[in-house]
């Protein structure tokens, strides 16, 4: 039925199949739509947070999103800057999922605040000296310069590059397109940063606090280091993920390769910069604050000692030595292994620096504040994984997203 | 009268906990005062706004030798390091902001977006969110205060060391051609509900005003100093376990000397 959409020489689902699994994920989205306009309609007191935890599971998501979305700008910085030509082939994709991750993030926002309406508060009487103003700045340009990126692929559609002005238009957007690589990965280096710094400028939070440099304190650098360390597993990952669900290879494996190897020696220099991170907070900030690297990790089940473990060891260590070796890249199990472990690294280095810093208590005779989000949180945070999803399956099956494909997968006429 | 032409002020609190009784007077006249919202159910504290919050500290031991010290804790307006306190610093929206003439710390809840990051860089918990809309039973609305404008949903409020009776006071000594407050003409409501006298309330910097003494007391503390909030509310308290609770302490350091920064 819309097989003149499909790009030549591809072969895709059939039309009904393709329509029950976008049924299915509507499903989810609508759900999701609910409980935003839940949110939005009778306001905050829909979710469980609370004055504890002003900051909770909907930050943790547009954190975690943003790191994982990374892959966007750093693969395009890779391509465009330092001129990695093989990840063309995945640089389309990359694109697409930073996309994906950046909108989600800016209607998490949305739904976030207590007066949506006043929004544009942000940039109108905007703080220079606020992190979060960096970020909402950041944000939206670099999602304006993502939507850019976009455009061209949008345009390569079968059916609309048969326009002349939009055949050349996607053309001309391409011959200049290292110049907005090159602005998107000046901006995302800032907006990941300033995530980072949102935590680390909490003087009076000594879990999330950092000194630094100049007025960017140490997990200004630490973050936008992540994003673009952990963001290119995630690219490896759903890639490997869309091979799985098609059934079909998509990407070359020294595409993977290569991507794979920048990412392992990312994390592994990251994962050296976080260790010397924590040691000086121990040893030395919390320390003149009468504070101990212990009085943070409580025998809850939650923030145990082990949650530092699981981020820096085997959310950190255990990927950035499988990625680094040929045989771990080569491996499809391991490859799979340490890109699931990378990508839960990051989300938890996000979670703590978002939760547990509003969990644990900094006045002596204050306890430990616990949360547990409601159903509607859940449900506004699946709400963009379901969006996502609904995006990647019509990109894939109207635009070319992977240039090898045609080659991997030759249809028989 | 200009700006220019009025001495620097730093208007502080010293709340004496030998004298606090816990009656808990004090939130309910800045409630009152300041038209706080509230609701059927107020079981859950985390929900709760009460600009003044009274806390109940003990010493830990078992009984007989378990001793009991009430702490109310408004907003501490930390001066922080030459203004920049915790909450000013990270509003995207300057919707909160360091007043140098009065050090106080100031909130507009009508620019407020209701992000809520002033609350996470908060670490006395002092800043509160309006989950819902404020409902006041009926008739009760005929007796909010016309000096305080009540706040919508989704914005966030705190103690504002009632800054609208200086508002107040201010214009009348701008009419009696004055340009300086006496110490009694701009007091804070929990100051003059507290039947224990526990609170006292003045400018830091005036030797004429009480707090000015009452901070170079022996006996006097701040809460979390070792970050650097710079706090404006001072506390009394003759023992040293309730001193020793104001802020974090490795086993082998001493109860902190007082470095007075007003």
Known sequence: MDSALIPEGVKRCPFPQFLTGLAVVGAVLA??????????LKGLNQTNMNDSYGFALWIWADLAVIALGGGAFFSGFLKYIVGKDELKNIINFAVLIGFICYSSALLILAIDIGQPLRGWHIFWHANVHSMLTEVAFCLSCYFGVLTIEYIPLILE???????????????????????????????????????????????????????????????????????AAYGPCFT?????????????????????????KISGWMICTYIIAKIIDTWYWASVTVHTRGQTLMDFYDDNLLYGLWIL????????????????????????????????????????????????????????????????????????????????????????????????????????? | MTQEHRKEKKYGMVIDLDKCTGCGACMVACMAENN????????????????????????????????????????????????????VTV???????????????????????????????CP????????????????????????????????VEKCTFCFHRYQLASEKAALDGRRELKEEEYQTSCTQACPAGAITFGDLLNKEHAVYHLKKDHRAFRLLERLGTN??????????????????????????EIISHH
């Open chain 1, 309 to 413: 473990v699981a981020e820096i060891v085997v959310g950190g260590i255990f990927p950035a030595l499988i990625l680094l070796t040929k045989k771990g890249r080569s491996s499809e199990s391991l490859l799979w292994t340490a890109v699931i472990l990378a990508c839960l690294g990051v989300c938890i280095n996000r979670w703590v620096m978002v939760l547990q810093v509003m969990a644990v208590p900094v006045l002596p005779f204050e306890d430990w504040a616990l949360y547990y989000p409601s159903w509607q949180e859940v449900a506004t945070t699946i709400l963009p994984v379901a969006y996502g999803v609904i995006l990647v399956m019509i990109s894939y099956r109207y635009l070319p997203i992977f240039p090898q494909e045609r080659e991997l997968n030759p249809v028989e006429s």
């Open chain 1, 157 to 227: 559609n079968r059916q609309i590059d048969k326009i002349p002005f939009f055949h050349n238009l996607s053309h001309n957007m391409h011959e200049v397109m290292a110049v907005f690589a090159a602005t998107g990965a000046f901006l995302s280096c800032f907006h990941q940063g300033s995530l980072g710094g949102v935590a680390g400028v909490l003087f009076g939070r000594p879990f999330a606090y950092r000194e630094g440099l100049l007025v960017w304190p140490w997990t200004f650098f630490l973050f936008t280091w992540s994003a």
């Open chain 2, 36 to 87: 706080v919202p509230f609701k059927k159910d107020e079981t859950d504290k985390l929900k709760s706004i009460t600009w003044i919050r009274v806390y109940k500290l003990t010493n830990g031991k078992p009984y007989p030798n378990e001793e009991i010290c009430y702490l109310p804790r408004p907003c501490m307006h930390c001066e922080g390091h030459n203004g920049h306190s915790p909450c």
């Open chain 2, 231 to 256: 706090p404006k509310v001072y506390y009394l308290s003759s023992r040293e376990w309730v001193r020793r609770s104001g802020d974090n302490y490795h086993p082998d350091e001493k109860t902190g």
């Open chain 1, 236 to 260: 490896i990952f759903l890639t490997k993920l869309l091979e799985k669900i098609t059934g079909k290879k998509l990407v070359k494996d020294n595409v993977i390769d290569l991507l794979a």
């Open chain 2, 91 to 121: 509003c995207p929206a300057i919707a909160t902001d360091y007043d140098r003439e009065t050090g106080i710390v100031s909130q507009i809840p009508t620019r407020c977006f209701g992000c809520r990051y002033c609350m996470g860089a």
């Open chain 1, 31 to 40: 759900w999701g739509v609910f409980a935003m306009l839940l949110c939005w």
């Open chain 2, 124 to 155: 006395y918990h002092a800043r509160y969110f309006n989950w819902w809309d404020p409902v006041w039973p009926e008739g009760m609305e005929k007796s909010l205060s016309p000096n305080v404008s009540v706040r919508m949903r989704g914005v």
